[in-house]
């Protein structure tokens, strides 16, 4: 019996898990943004001393993830499952990123929603019995990300205004069933929402029907009232994806447009920082969130966030064959007090 | 207040078909304007010419005949493009060019040399040699094969 279950889509946990530390890492772009001071470490230069982009990716995950092991004074040995994942091919920068562990692990891919696939997945292992001690990740690297999805870096071309900047950067989260909080309440799981955008160059427009279908689902059944929230953050909608889901969800009767952000609208300045659209990329409400968001409910400027990273489900291929882009959103309620 | 059914393709479809949210998106997003696009385009573009055409001025005050002239100008500026692609200042140029740094010789330069830099990771086989053409591919692909066209239909009409 399915009692922890509250609709299709939501569930509420017996235990909230406790989220006791987290870590980022970004670019020097990022660093240059106006979240700067709430990054664990910020990158000179892109590729970190490494020979690729990929490599320079997957280095950057395997810092955070050591990173947020060592800041909570726990070691390999005390964490029970890994759940990590990217924006690449078969999901390689987390693969590299876990191999030396010796951590059980389980990869993910959810676009750019991995960071809220991670927490939510993390958190069920937890609550459900099955783990103590679960880090939940993801990353992703601007240069890799062109490379695999759209020009070489060198290529003179214009970017279109609604195109977003992929986040070089990468979080971690490390999960535990007992703590002092912040605590996973809620998770309101995403399912595919396609209103046939087949241009990559606005996946913020791809997206915002999904974020604005897990975000009413999520109010529909939990009984929550958007008031008691500080603050509803959608993952890398951007300043267009951003609008057209507020709209959407006015429309639906849900007014929250005075509580409703975006990490890839904060995460970059959009008027000295040339990055169109705004960011995106797993990194992206990855290091915001293990950043500034955890930092902010911990000090108790937030009491309660919604947090929801959004994906755009598409691949290379399927853009070539003319493919719609599927968008998803998981929706998860992190909040500083258990009750 | 809230819209009671479970699915959200209905809801979706209650406030806007497939069609409308396209045609609404369309109107969301911003759009570049064409005025600025085309001055830069314009300006840039008529600057890279007009190197082009110094060092073909040069190059026929040395003394060279014209076929040597137009051939030694389109290599300066093809090295001038690759250059500039190296050194990460093509890109930059593009940026606000758009076709007017696209167009002329210099583009197909970047074209080539862009991936060139991009899949040296992947080795000098599988990377460089295979990837070189990945931008520049289809415009020798459709641009030999319509001159062959051309040419067919110039020989049967003229017979020359």
Redesign the interface.
Same mark, same amino acid.
């Given at each position: 019996m399915a009692n922890k279950k509250l609709s299709?889509q939501t569930i509420k946990f017996d235990n909230p898990p406790s989220i006791i530390q987290t870590a980022s890492i970004v670019g020097p772009k990022e660093g240059e943004g106006p979240l700067a001071r709430y990054f664990d470490e910020i990158l000179d230069d892109e590729l970190w001393n490494e020979?690729?982009?990929?490599k320079a990716e997957s280095k950057i995950l395997r810092e955070c993830i050591n990173k947020v092991v060592k800041k909570s004074a726990k070691a390999f040995t005390d964490v029970n499952y890994i759940l990590a994942g990217d924006l690449l091919n078969q999901c390689i920068s987390s693969n590299y990123a876990i191999r030396e562990t010796d951590v059980p692990f389980f990869g993910l891919y959810g676009a750019c929603s991995t960071m809220s696939e991670s927490l939510s997945l993390a958190a069920m292992i937890i609550d459900g019995g099955f783990a103590d001690y679960v880090i939940a990740a993801a990353s992703s690297h601007f240069c890799s990300a062109e490379?695999q999805f759209r #020009?070489? =870096?060198? =290529? !003179?071309?214009?970017?279109? =205004?609604?195109s977003q900047w992929t986040v070089t950067g990468a979080g971690a989260s490390l999960l535990s069933s007992s703590g002092n909080g912040p605590y996973i309440t809620h998770v309101t799981t995403g399912?595919i929402?396609d209103? !046939?955008?087949n241009d990559s160059n606005?996946m913020g @427009?791809a997206m915002a029907?999904a974020a604005a279908?897990t975000i009413? @689902?999520h109010?529909?059944s939990t009984g929550i009232l958007p008031d008691s929230y500080d603050l509803i953050i959608t993952g890398d909608l951007g300043y #267009?994806g951003l609008?057209?889901a507020s709209?959407?969800l006015s429309?639906?009767?849900?007014k929250i447009s005075d509580k409703l952000t975006d990490c890839g609208v904060m995460i970059f300045d959009r008027e000295h920082q040339d990055v169109h659209a705004g960011g995106s990329g797993c990194g992206c409400c990855a290091s915001v969130f293990n950043g500034y968001l955890y930092n902010q409910i911990t000090s108790g400027n937030f009491n309660k966030i919604l947090f929801v990273a959004t994906g755009a489900l598409m691949s290379p291929t399927s853009i070539q064959q003319g493919e719609t882009i599927p968008g998803i959103a998981h929706a998860v309620t992190i909040q500083k007090n258990r009750e | 207040?809230?819209?009671?059914t479970?699915n %959200?393709?209905a809801?979706?479809d209650s406030?806007?078909t497939?069609?409308e949210?396209?045609d609404?998106?369309k109107k969301?997003?911003?759009?570049?304007s064409i005025i600025k696009?085309v001055i830069w385009a314009f300006i840039v573009g008529g600057i890279i010419c007009t190197i082009g055409e110094a060092f073909s001025n040069f190059y026929v005050a040395k003394g060279f005949d014209k076929d040597t002239v137009s051939n030694l100008t389109s290599m300066t500026m093809i090295f001038l493009g690759a250059f500039l692609?190296g050194i990460?200042v093509?890109?930059?140029?593009?940026?606000?060019?758009?076709a007017g740094?696209?167009v002329p010789i210099t583009?197909f330069a970047?074209?080539i040399?862009?991936?060139a %830099?991009?899949?040296k990771?992947e080795g000098y086989i599988l990377g460089v040699g295979s990837k070189m053409f990945?931008?520049a591919g289809p415009v020798l692909v459709f641009g030999i094969a319509s001159s062959v066209i051309i040419g067919i239909l110039f020989y049967i009409f003229t017979g020359v």
């Open positions: 299709k020979k690729s982009w990929e490379r #020009v070489p =870096l060198e =290529l !003179g071309t214009q970017r279109p =205004l609604t399912k929402i209103m !046939g955008i606005n @427009a029907p279908d009413y @689902a109010f529909d #267009v609008e057209i709209d959407i429309k639906m009767g849900l | 207040m809230l819209i009671q479970d %959200m393709e809801r979706m406030l806007f497939k069609k949210y396209q609404y998106v969301k997003s911003p759009n570049t696009n692609t990460n093509y890109d930059e140029i593009g940026k606000r060019a758009g740094s696209i583009g970047n074209s040399v862009s991936p %830099m991009e899949y990771s990945i931008i």
